[in-house]
């Protein structure tokens, strides 16, 4: 764990919020998020997914390694303390690191992902809050970006379609 700026509130006097991520290819998505996140609580954790996790969810490395990310996300003046994750069980997660509200992206919300992480976190009492998914930037768009750049016999026409 990197500790940020604030002292983490006693037990009871302030809401703990906790924010996962990959957060590779840091964007305003990624900003808008975090931004979010810290105006609906008193201490922001920031988790960010470490690289093996990432290449079994996504089936590929992410482009910064992991304590790069974390150390770009720890400087983020939302943040008040960064997490490494490298177990996929968020509840695991949530023993660690006490947080009384966990935020997410509303792409998981009414999914069976997301309707099994409302119910496990409602179980031990963290309310998931979930935010809008930044639509016209993502890393997935950044990544495809850079590897037009990388291979310019690929058109921005095909490139263009895949989105």
Same mark, same amino acid.
């Given at each position: @764990?990197?500790?940020?700026?604030?002292?983490?509130?006693?037990?009871?006097?302030?809401?703990?919020?906790? =924010?996962?991520?990959?957060?590779?290819?840091?964007?305003?998505?990624?900003?808008?998020?975090?931004r979010h996140?810290?105006?609906?609580?008193?201490?922001?954790?920031?988790?960010?997914?470490? !690289?093996? @996790?990432?290449?079994?969810?996504?089936?590929?490395?992410?482009?910064?390694?992991?304590?790069?990310?974390?150390?770009?996300?720890s400087h983020?003046?939302?943040?008040?303390?960064?997490?490494?994750?490298?177990?996929? !069980?968020?509840?695991?997660?949530?023993?660690?690191?006490?947080?009384?509200?966990?935020?997410?992206?509303? !792409?998981?919300?009414?999914?069976?992902?997301? !309707?099994?992480?409302?119910?496990?976190?409602?179980?031990?009492?963290?309310?998931?809050?979930?935010?809008?998914?930044?639509?016209?930037?993502s890393s997935?768009?950044?990544?495809? =970006?850079?590897?037009?750049?990388?291979?310019?016999?690929?058109?921005?026409?095909?490139?263009?379609?895949?989105?």
């Open positions: @764990m990197v500790r940020g700026r604030r002292e983490r509130p006693v037990k009871g006097t302030g809401v703990v919020g906790y =924010a996962p991520g990959a957060w590779d290819l840091f964007h305003v998505g990624h900003l808008n998020v975090l996140a810290a105006a609906n609580c008193d201490y922001l954790i920031a988790g960010v997914v470490d !690289d093996d @996790m990432l290449e079994q969810a996504k089936g590929r490395r992410p482009v910064v390694p992991v304590h790069e990310r974390a150390e770009i996300v983020i003046g939302y943040v008040d303390e960064v997490f490494i994750e490298t177990q996929p !069980d968020k509840l695991e997660t949530w023993r660690r690191c006490q947080f009384d509200v966990f935020f997410k992206g509303d !792409d998981w919300r009414g999914t069976p992902k997301g !309707d099994e992480l409302e119910q496990r976190f409602a179980d031990v009492g963290v309310q998931v809050v979930y935010f809008p998914y930044t639509v016209h930037t997935t768009k950044l990544r495809r =970006a850079l590897t037009l750049l990388e291979s310019p016999a690929e058109s921005i026409e095909q490139v263009a379609l895949e989105s």
